[in-house]
């Protein structure tokens, strides 16, 4: 809900924007698992660190526009820092926040 409010994304668009995301991510998690450091695991999902930019490459192979793209990159974001908050890392994920992206690919 706080990704599409702040990127002004309908909640039912964002949420098809996503399984669409969660769809080209998936075809590529072993991709994600050699190049990427993975910084949580749990029987639903995988979450890695990527470099700056990643998204708007995503953005561009799957035609998102760039509210759309910046609303699935915020949404993944707030994984990221709810799993901190869960397991005690939220400064960690934080700090590697400014200077990475968050991908989380679904299981």
Do not use: C, N
Not at 9 to 16: E, H, I, R
Not at 68 to 78: D, Q
């Amino acid at each position: 809900m706080l990704a599409s409010a702040k990127a002004s994304v309908d909640p039912g668009t964002l949420s098809d924007l996503l399984s669409r995301v969660q769809a080209h991510l998936a075809d590529r998690v072993d991709t994600y698992r050699r190049e990427f450091e993975r910084v949580a695991e749990s029987d639903e999902r995988e979450v890695f660190l990527v470099p700056t930019g990643h998204w708007e490459t995503i953005g561009d192979r799957l035609d998102l526009t760039d509210r759309e793209r910046k609303a699935v990159a915020r949404t993944h974001a707030e994984q990221l820092r709810r799993i901190g908050s869960d397991t005690d890392r939220d400064e960690e994920f934080e700090t590697a926040l400014e200077i990475r992206e968050a991908v989380v690919v679904g299981r």
